[in-house]
């Protein structure tokens, strides 16, 4: 009676790691947690290479992160705010990959995003307690407009997302600096800047102040991560995922099946768009105790060049594989690097091994999953086998 | 014996599949030797190890006798090795002259001497009755006649082993009869030609002997003149397939499908590529579409789904006028299709075998709880139209489907369309490229839903499937249905007439 427990028991177990193993987001894990691996190694032979005599302190510290001079919850905070804005172009850059799509245009999505904030915060003063709420919407908007006309082309004309993505950037550079610059109530024509962000608009610590005193956290963050497990959700469990992947994997079968594949994929980049929107105006709208110095409130300076957060999604939704919880960590990752107090070239060196690796993901996904797979199962495994592809796939093994 | 080629013991390996598996191919000089096997059978891998484009893992290749290296195609060439691919590998806006002569160009003073060329060529057209004419561009000479341009580069670089991989697929009845006769002169001539099909009545008509493979593996080598078409398809298959298919009188109801004066104009070229097309499916029959592939049936068919727009006409379904109606309120309308191209229409590869089975009902709410895809029920679901349709997989509803082979893949769709319950099924080309075992199977399906009183239009390039299957035939040529026949009353040869274009004398619908 006991053994018979013992036994089924056993098998549930092994039944649990049989699922476990097939399921994506292990294989995700463990085929990014080797990129990683791979990455820091290089990391040191660079170092190495580099200054032989320090490299092992380098390295250290690279491992230590940007918690050794301060206390570590100021590190942990800091880190955070940081994670922010990428965490948020990540998820849009992901989830445009997740539809079939590569959105290059987060930079202007995000830019935009900042520039309707920044409107919102200067002339809503009346709306009080909502002002920041409402502000945020501004960006959400904002993107999701920018994006929505990508869609829009490549739906209805067959224009390549990449071009148009590329030139709103540009646009919407241009276009938030006249819109800056040409506005007296919110540029400071002496310190060629915004002024900093009423207090009234400024974002909430909701409090993580209190956790990570004296860092710049807010609440921010908090929305990222329930926003990246909001889209998980849509994915994977809810029907519009399931068109808007199924039109990303294939147009002609979508299509086939009754899914309005050009409203998907306006959709899709209008959802991709508002998410760097929604990152962009949390990202000006933050309080930022630190960078800020004493007095707290950011302020927008117009630039000639395009916002580097959008870019530096890319890498992020790469690295978490367009998983949009995996994306949480990549970014904050990500970010961990990037905030070293370490030469930037080392760490995008760093970066840019990691992302490579993570290219061969899928490879080092198979190669794990084949080992595992020829040690168990192995009758399972012959069974697929026998069951052969069709030639024109199996020929491209 | 006199053998020009010997592919000895031959065994490529990729991984976790043995493609080819100890295999011995020995060609006579002068003789037609016909390749046979099912798809994924390891011709393609065999004859690719010949062409040098595989190294073997094991095995070595003779000419005359004596041991060679193919490293390349390069190699292949040099040893008199040449192939016609399936698809041909000719530029489009080239003469024919300048597509036999390209890569081996004869020159003078560093021009090409076109006059030395042309007459080569026309030599040869001639002595083996091939008729071109050289001066035509590729893109305006029909397909057989392509086929006989790759046929010329062969013999222009003075190949004699000629290796022909699938050259009936595009040809009409009387092409074919016309490559045969080429073939058997080839033969006479010395030339030793390797002839890849899986049709038996080709085989049967044309090559002296015939090597059958099976998944890899080598079943036998047979003089054809001693063996029969069942010996030959239980050789392939490994079981007794039978040719005839039992077939009840059809009871034939209402109409329900109905295109009245469909027209589809391209929108680069500004041609019809349907035109005028009017015919009704009615209840409990089958109707075919057959054609030459590119004469208006995919676009035909596309236009009744909805996936491309008409530019003028009606079609009606049960009643309904769907010209204008959205894909999905023909597929929850009452049509079912089976789409030609099952990896661009059929499936999206990368989703799981169960939510490939629910492409068409996600959206219904015995699936769909507020939004959310209710996963339980597709699974449900998905196991159900396994086990009823015997749909394979390594894992069952969560395997990939690229992972699947290409007939559990059709097996799947045809599961899915035919659960749809739905009042017509089209099926277009169901059976392209698969093995015997599969073509078989989808076929009951298809007689078995016109025997439940559903209306089946059926597209096809087979003409066995369309004199076997169909209760009625229409052929499609140029956009036009120039044809609608009894197929009790009419012979494969009068249907390559009309496919070719000619009205054999019969009054036009």
């Known amino acids: 009676m006991n053994d018979r427990r013992e036994i089924a028991l056993k098998d549930r177990i092994i039944d649990y790691f049989r699922i476990l193993r097939t399921k994506q987001g292990f294989k995700t894990f463990t085929a990014v947690a080797m990129a990683v691996g791979v990455g820091l190694l290089a990391g040191l032979l660079v170092l190495i290479v580099a200054n032989p005599g ?187 995922g399931y068109e808007l992947k199924a039109v990303g994997l294939n147009k002609n079968a979508s299509r086939y099946a009754g899914i309005n594949d050009k409203k998907s994929i306006i959709l899709s980049m209008s959802i991709a768009g508002a998410l760097s929107g929604l990152g962009g105006a949390l990202q000006i709208l933050s309080p930022g105790v630190i960078t800020a110095g004493k007095s707290l409130g950011k302020e927008y300076t117009p630039t000639d060049i395009v916002a580097s957060e959008g870019f530096n999604g890319i890498p992020v939704a790469l690295l978490g594989l367009s998983n949009p919880i995996a994306i949480i960590f990549s970014a904050i990752f990500v970010t961990y690097l990037q905030r070293l107090n370490y030469p930037i070239e080392i760490i995008d060196i760093i970066i840019a091994i990691i992302i490579y690796f993570s290219a061969f993901a899928i490879l080092m996904r198979n190669i794990l999953a084949s080992a595992i797979s020829r040690r168990k199962d192995k009758k399972a495994f012959e069974d697929s086998t026998i069951d052969h592809p069709d030639i024109d796939n199996g020929g491209a093994v | 014996m006199d053998y020009i080629i010997e592919m000895l013991n031959i065994t490529k390996e990729f991984p976790g599949i043995i493609a080819n598996d100890n295999i011995t191919l020995q060609l006579r000089r002068g003789e037609i030797h016909a390749l046979l096997g099912e798809n994924g059978a390891g011709k393609s891998t065999l004859m690719s190890v010949l062409f040098g484009l595989y190294q073997p893992e094991k095995g070595e290749i003779h000419k005359n006798g004596e041991y060679v290296e193919i490293r390349n195609p390069n190699d292949a060439n040099d040893l008199g090795i040449g192939m016609v691919h399936q698809h041909f590998k000719l530029v489009e806006n080239f003469t024919v002259l300048d597509n036999i002569i390209l890569g081996v160009e004869p020159t003078k003073n560093g021009f090409i001497d076109r006059k030395l060329a042309r007459q080569k060529v026309l030599e040869l057209s001639e002595s083996y009755k091939l008729f071109i004419d050289p001066d035509k561009l590729i893109e305006d000479i029909s397909v057989g006649m392509q086929q006989r341009v790759e046929i010329l580069k062969m013999l222009y670089r003075n190949n004699e082993v000629l290796i022909f991989d699938e050259p ?224 394979r997989s390594g894992q069952g509803r969560v395997t990939i489907t690229r992972s699947m082979s290409g007939g559990n893949q059709q097996k799947a769709i045809i599961a899915r369309e035919v659960s749809q319950d739905s009042d017509l099924l089209i099926s277009m080309q169901a059976t392209r490229g698969l093995d015997v075992g599969a073509i078989d199977y989808i076929n009951h399906q298809i007689i078995a839903q016109r025997d439940k009183g559903k209306a089946v239009l059926m597209v096809t390039l087979e003409l066995d499937e369309v004199m076997t299957l169909s209760d009625r035939i229409l052929v499609m040529y140029n956009g036009k249905i120039v044809a609608d026949v009894d197929p009790k009353k009419t012979t494969i040869a009068e249907l390559g007439l009309y496919m070719a274009g000619g009205s054999g004398g019969k009054d036009n619908e």
């Open chain 1, 54 to 240: 320090k490299s092992f302190f380098g390295f250290l510290y690279i491992l230590i992160g940007p918690f050794g001079d301060r206390s570590p919850m100021i590190g942990i905070g800091e880190m955070l705010y940081y994670t922010t804005p990428i965490l948020f172009t990540g998820l849009s850059v992901g989830f445009a990959f997740k539809t079939g799509m590569f959105n290059i245009g987060a930079s202007g999505q995000f830019m935009v995003g900042q520039c309707a904030a920044l409107y919102v915060a200067f002339y809503g003063q009346s709306l009080g307690a909502i002002q920041w709420v409402v502000a945020v919407i501004a960006g959400i908007l904002a993107g999701a407009l920018w994006g929505f006309f990508v869609g829009l082309f490549k739906a209805l004309f067959n224009v390549n997302e990449v071009i148009t993505a590329i030139m709103f950037n540009y646009i919407g550079l241009n276009l938030v600096n006249i819109l800056v610059r040409g506005n007296p109530l919110i540029y400071d024509l002496n310190r060629a800047r915004s002024y900093k962000i009423p207090a009234g608009a400024r974002l909430p610590d909701f409090g993580l102040q209190s956790i990570f005193p004296g860092s710049s956290v807010d609440i921010g963050i908090i929305i990222a991560i329930l926003v990246a497990i909001m889209l998980y959700i849509v994915l994977n469990k809810t029907t519009f």
């Open chain 2, 168 to 391: 009936t697929a595009v040809l009409t009845p009387q092409e074919i009869d016309e490559l045969m006769l080429i073939m058997k002169n080839f033969a006479a001539d010395g030339k030793s030609i390797i002839f890849i099909t899986h049709k038996l009545n080709e085989i049967m008509a044309v090559a002296d002997r015939c090597t059958v493979l099976r998944k890899g593996k080598l079943m036998g080598t047979v003089d054809i003149k001693d063996s029969s078409k069942k010996e030959l398809s239980k050789m392939m298959v490994g079981r007794e397939i039978d040719f005839e298919i039992q077939k009840n009188p059809a009871k034939i109801g209402k109409v329900v499908l109905d295109v009245e004066g469909l027209n589809v104009i391209s929108s680069h070229t500004k041609k019809h590529l349907v035109e005028d097309v009017s015919f009704q499916v009615r209840a409990g029959e089958i109707v075919c579409i057959a054609g030459i592939e590119g004469n208006g049936q995919s676009e035909l068919v596309y236009a009744i789904t909805g996936l491309t727009k008409i530019n003028s006409g009606t079609v009606k379904i049960n009643d309904i006028d769907i010209t204008n109606k959205s894909i999905r309120f023909r597929n929850d309308n009452g049509i079912s299709h089976i789409p030609e191209d099952r990896h661009k229409f059929g499936l999206v590869l990368d989703y799981s075998l169960a939510k490939n089975l629910v492409l068409k009902k996600y959206h219904k709410p015995e699936f769909n709880n507020h939004g959310f895809i209710n996963e339980d029920a597709i699974n449900e679901f998905a196991d159900k139209l396994i086990e009823q349709y015997d749909v």
